[in-house]
């Protein structure tokens, strides 16, 4: 991995995680078989050193992790634009790694994660959603081999 170019703008590892842990969204960014990038904003849940996210059974992004599996994932925190200074303010994470579909056990903790993480009131009624939606959904996770972040603030 090349090291942030903006060294004065690097933030420690342990920082860059913690935008991983507290940041609502992320985008994923995957590639297909022709080498077209293809970037798609997601829910997830950062756990044990992996990232978690579902999807549908099918689509563009599960062909492309079928044909390479090694993505990137990034995460923005807050952001203040700064007209005055022709800039901006900001936070950010981009993690690498390796997707892989989980099952049984691990899938459906990843599920729970993700309700504690965006719907905390409704744990029980999230619990009967997975099990009314079990079917229709896979998840995922990302093994991170490398994250690296950048703030101005």
């Given at each position: 991995?090349?090291p942030?170019?903006?060294?004065?703008?690097e933030?420690?590892?342990r920082?860059?995680?913690?935008?991983?842990?507290?940041?609502?969204?992320?985008?994923?960014?995957?590639?297909?078989?022709?080498g077209?990038p293809?970037?798609?904003?997601?829910?997830?849940?950062?756990k044990n050193?992996?990232?978690?996210?579902?999807?549908?059974?099918?689509?563009?992004?599960?062909d492309?992790l079928?044909?390479?599996?090694?993505v990137?994932?990034?995460?923005?925190?807050r952001?203040k634009?700064?007209?005055?200074?022709f800039?901006?303010?900001?936070?950010?994470?981009?993690?690498?790694g390796?997707?892989?579909?989980v099952?049984?056990?691990?899938?459906?903790?990843?599920?729970?994660?993700l309700?504690?993480?965006?719907c905390?009131?409704?744990l029980?009624?999230?619990?009967?959603?997975?099990?009314?939606?079990?079917?229709?959904?896979?998840?995922?996770?990302?093994?991170?081999?490398?994250?690296?972040?950048?703030?101005?603030r």
């Amino acid at each position: 991995m090349k090291p942030v170019r903006r060294k004065d703008r690097e933030v420690s590892h342990r920082e860059a995680l913690k935008l991983l842990d507290t940041a609502e969204w992320g985008t994923l960014s995957t590639v297909d078989r022709d080498g077209q990038p293809y970037g798609v904003p997601l829910s997830y849940a950062h756990k044990n050193g992996c990232i978690y996210f579902h999807c549908a059974r099918d689509g563009r992004k599960l062909d492309n992790l079928a044909d390479n599996p090694r993505v990137s994932f990034c995460v923005v925190g807050r952001t203040k634009v700064l007209p005055e200074k022709f800039g901006t303010e900001y936070e950010s994470a981009v993690a690498f790694g390796v997707a892989s579909e989980v099952f049984e056990q691990e899938r459906y903790d990843a599920l729970l994660w993700l309700l504690e993480k965006y719907c905390p009131a409704f744990l029980e009624e999230g619990k009967q959603y997975i099990e009314l939606k079990d079917k229709a959904t896979k998840v995922f996770k990302i093994e991170i081999s490398h994250v690296s972040g950048k703030a101005r603030r």
